[in-house]
């Protein structure tokens, strides 16, 4: 774990360019002068909607033809896309509550607590301590302390990881800060969430700005979006398909890889990705819905948008299901933010992650950010002050993967396999060419292992690159035994299990831990 300020400086100096290492971009910033109010608070609202497990090929926007999404398609076409945005990892399989803390943190995730945040302030608790009203609907995966801290008002909350689409189970925040008592909230969850947004956004109040949290649980599995959702063309399969992972990663066996049988069935394939294409088309008007609620407002307070998602999904590629690897298709998220003074259609490749939107929104509020942290701010990207931020990105999951990218080359290290990946990233976005080999290469290779080991020291990575006896490299899965978990419906336990098997016993996780083999 990282604990003292200069170990947090220093992590700034190595992911900034040189133009950002002059300027400290990790150490405390003041407000900005020019958004600092005077007179009536006129700040601009934040909409801050997020997203559950969506690869980053999900949006029409981005070059997909064979999805419609008109609403993502919107915020890109009004604002910046950050093409090549990412989430850092994750400590075990359920990726999403380390993402969502990073997010709310401006912090890796190896140097907080990612059950509570404690010891960390919130990017809600600043914005509402700075005058904002803070409101929480959808997804809490960190604790129920720091959703009391990041917000003033919430409702439709739903504390932990995942659930049944049609069976989620939520709770509203009180006036006192308690919450009521927990209940089955009637209808589909990205239906729910975006009511309960729209709802706020339509009655706050004019005389000062809102933080308005969106966290969708779409699209998530199950699979499950509405029957008019789930009627569409199969689309093809990724350029990375394959029947089976090459080899054992740490996480082939966790409960997202379970929901398809080895080898993974081309057509079986297909028709996730169609029910997985219905989720997200279900989610992008369930966002058309609330950005209606903005623009009904009207009014000449305007409103930062910022659409993303915590992190990718495989859904296919390289034999995977789940989100538990370091490959491009599972750590790298959408990323867009429009509003005033962003550029219209603008699409940035320089190499940022999540949690850079901590700064960057405290920023274009006007927040100075008193603590150190990773996050770097955006804004100079889009006015066009620098070209990165960073020189280069580190990527972790578990203690069986790393990796380390300069955004051509990849190196990718399993430690209790003893194997190495290399990709030219440019040549081979979907990585299915391992240069680690090849002799040409080696210098490629020396280089990224030397920004690998700068990376672990300065965020304290505690995991070692290799073990005194690695594991057997290859496994063949075919066969191997699957169950359903508790909250698949009964419509894919019985199209995708053969036979139909009862789900696992029904026993909670406790809120803020991670399910024992992801969500």
């Known amino acids: 774990m990282l604990h003292s300020s200069f170990a947090l400086i220093a992590l700034g100096a190595l992911a900034g ?9 990790a150490a405390p910033t003041p407000p900005s002068p020019e958004a600092e109010p005077a007179g009536p608070d006129r700040r601009p609202n934040i909409l801050l909607v997020f997203a559950d497990d969506q690869r980053v090929d ?28 990412y989430c850092m990892g994750s400590s075990h399989g359920a990726v999403c509550a380390p993402s969502r803390a990073m997010l709310h943190t401006g912090r890796a995730y190896h140097a907080i607590n990612h059950r509570t945040m404690e010891g960390c302030r919130t990017l809600g608790e600043l914005l509402g301590e700075s005058g904002f009203q803070t409101f929480g609907t959808g997804k809490w995966h960190n604790g129920r ?13 739903m504390f932990g990881g995942m659930s049944d689409h049609n069976k989620v189970p939520v709770v509203d ?25 729209a709802d706020f956004i339509a009655s706050a109040p004019e005389d000062s700005p809102f933080f308005c949290y969106v966290a969708f649980t779409a699209p998530h599995d199950p699979r499950d979006p509405p029957p008019a959702w789930r009627d569409r063309e199969r689309p093809s399969l990724p350029g ?3 029947a089976q992972h090459d080899f054992d990663n740490g996480f082939l066996k966790v409960r997202d890889e379970k929901l398809a049988a080895w080898p993974r069935d081309p057509e079986v394939v297909r028709d996730q990705l169609a029910e997985y294409y219905g989720l997200i088309e279900h989610l992008d008007a369930a966002v058309g819905r609330v950005l209606a609620a903005v623009d009904a407002r009207g009014g000449e307070r305007e409103t930062i948008i910022v659409y993303a998602a915590d992190h990718g999904l495989a859904v296919g590629s390289h034999g995977l299901l789940g989100k538990q690897s370091v490959y491009e298709h599972s750590l790298r998220a959408p990323m867009m933010i429009s509003g005033p003074g962003i550029p219209e259609g603008q699409h940035l490749t320089a190499l940022t992650y999540l949690y850079d939107l901590y700064p960057t929104l405290l920023g274009l509020a006007g927040v100075g950010i008193e603590e150190q942290i990773h996050g770097e701010d955006l804004r100079p990207l889009w006015d066009g002050e620098v070209t990165q931020v960073r020189d280069s990105l580190f990527l972790s999951m578990g203690k069986t993967q790393r990796a380390v990218t300069d955004g051509r080359f990849k190196l990718c290290v399993y430690p209790e396999v003893a194997h190495r990946q290399l990709f030219d990233l440019a040549s081979d976005p979907m990585e299915t060419m391992d240069l680690a080999a090849n002799p040409a290469y080696g210098a490629h290779i020396a280089r990224l292992e030397r920004e690998m080991a700068t990376w672990r020291r300065l965020t304290g990575d505690p995991d070692p690159l290799s073990v005194a006896e690695p594991g057997e490299l290859r496994v063949d899965l075919t066969g191997a035994k699957r169950k359903p978990d508790r909250w698949q419906p009964e419509w894919i336990r019985e199209k995708y299990f053969d036979p139909p098997e009862e789900p696992e016993p029904p026993a909670e996780a406790k809120e803020g831990e991670p399910e024992k083999s992801g969500s």
């Open 17 to 25: 360019s040189a133009a950002a290492q002059e300027a400290e971009p």
């Open 58 to 85: 999900t949006i029409g926007a981005w070059g997909n033809p064979a999805i419609q999404t008109p609403n993502m398609d919107r915020i890109a076409a009004g604002g910046v896309s950050f093409r090549r945005s």
């Open 145 to 157: 302390d720091s959703f009391t801290r990041s917000f003033s008002a919430g409702r439709q909350i």
């Open 173 to 197: 925040m009180e006036d006192d800060g308690t919450f009521s008592e927990g209940r089955r909230a009637e209808g589909h969850s990205s239906d729910i969430f975006s009511a309960a947004a």
């Open 240 to 242: 990375n398909f394959r």
